[in-house]
């Protein structure tokens, strides 16, 4: 399979930005990010998510928990909205979804 070709990301504005390899999702928004996002800023949202899960408590498997990331991901990524989540280190411990 050859690697995909170079692209512009939307997120940082490099070009010649090597591609995420394969979508991530089985849908629009997967074929999005392939197109769109390079992988150093896939990376970097990969470990924001994660960040976004330990702090929040999430429940990946809870359809509400699913659509506040898809949220996020879309405001880090793709500048689309301001519902980005604020993580707050002070609060490590007492913060609930």
Known sequence: MPSPAPLQCLRCGKPDRQPISRPPFPNELGQRLVAEICS????????????????????????????????????????????????????????SW
């Open 40 to 95: 150093e800023c896939w990376d970097e949202w990969k470990q924001r998510q994660m960040l976004l899960i330990n702090h929040y408590g999430l429940n990946v498997r809870d359809p509400q928990a699913r659509e506040f990331l898809v949220t996020n991901l879309r405001a880090f990524l793709f500048a689309e909205g301001d519902d980005q989540a604020e993580i707050d280190p002070s609060r490590e411990g007492d913060v």
